[in-house]
């Protein structure tokens, strides 16, 4: 169990990144439905449930040195080389919106310019990339429980005095403002976008598990905790649903609201995961074209981080609300591809031989 709760809080590490603790994911995709995004993160949790259990299975099976053997195995030789290189664009792209996220946290939080903020988490992440597998593994998972311990506290109390009662949360909510339309569609789309974002790191943590029960369990689990905390933030949120489309960081409002002192612990919370996905999202890009410790990888490793610094300044909020949609697409696909594979799984099991 010890083995499968350091994958589950690692992958839950790698998804809860700044868009995700700052509240603008779940506000974009869940909360501005209104009371109906509860529904909307059950659906979606049980997507991402399936998809987390059966991505760290297929890891294990396949024993994957990165994502391209999961995609071959799951889409054949030639579409299988056309989705590696859209999601290894995608995993980019989400380590450059962790970096606008940083330099807005900084900002919003310390009143450091977003340009030094952005700057302090690439240089703790060139220093992490540095370091091997197992270190790397570590290091995202030991943040997760401080996180959750964290957004209980804010959820629980915005939920015992609300500014707005749960009833009258649809008055205040925006659907126009979600990336998709209907509340169903925006649910299985963020579940598709948490796919995408873990499948890479998720594949090779799969791999390196002593055993598929250990794999699987360690899927589970870091699903389980994703999903709490989309229920907890979601539910704070619409009890300030009157004020959190006005602000970029609307959990650092609620928090701010509460009491200073959480706000500033909250901010550090941010600030851990945004570092936290960056890392996860970096490394397997970086794995799909080079050794580590090659010296491809060192060179790729600061050329990745400058370019990725400078495309940074683009704003947060517009890269979430424009990257993450289409991302979304491409985890739908991933899904629909393992679903069938376990289908056929299933059939194989039950034919006779």
Known sequence: MRRALKIGFAYTGVVVGAGFSTGQEILQFFTNNGTMSIFAILLSGLLVLFTG??????????????????????FGNIFGRIVDVVLA???????????????????????????????????AVYITLNLDFNRIVLALGAITPYLLAIVVIIAFI????????????????????????????????????????????????????????????????????????MFLINNGLLARMNEVNDVEL?????????????GLLLSIAMLLVIYNTAVGMLYPFLNRF???????????????????????????ADLVGTVYPVMGYVGLLL???????????????????
């Open 89 to 123: 664009f995608f995993l980019y792209g989400v380590a450059v919106i962790m970096f606008a996220g940083a330099g807005s946290t900084f900002y919003e939080s310390f009143g450091v310019a977003p340009w030094v903020g952005s700057l302090i988490l690439i240089i």
């Open 290 to 316: 080079s050794r580590p410790g090659s010296r491809r990888y060192k060179i790729m490793l600061p050329v990745s981080l400058i370019l990725g610094y400078i495309l940074s300044f683009a704003g947060f």
């Open 158 to 229: 915005n939920f015992m005095s609300p500014a707005v009662p749960f009833g009258e949360a649809d008055q205040y909510a925006e659907p126009e403002a979600t990336p998709l339309g209907p509340w169903w569609w925006d649910a299985i789309t963020y579940s598709g976008f948490t796919i995408a974002v873990a499948f890479s790191f998720l594949t090779m943590m799969g791999s390196r598990s002593d055993s598929r029960k250990v794999a699987g369990w360690g899927g589970i689990i870091g699903s389980v905790v994703i999903i709490l905390l």
């Open 53 to 74: 259990k059966w991505t760290a299975d297929v890891g294990f099976d396949i024993k994957a040195e990165s994502h391209v053997d999961s995609l071959l195995s799951m």
């Open 335 to 353: 899904g629909i591809a393992m679903f069938i594979k376990w289908l056929r799984l299933v059939i194989g099991k039950k034919s006779p031989h």
């Open 250 to 262: 609307p959990m650092l409002l609620l928090a701010d609201e509460i009491h200073p002192v959480l």
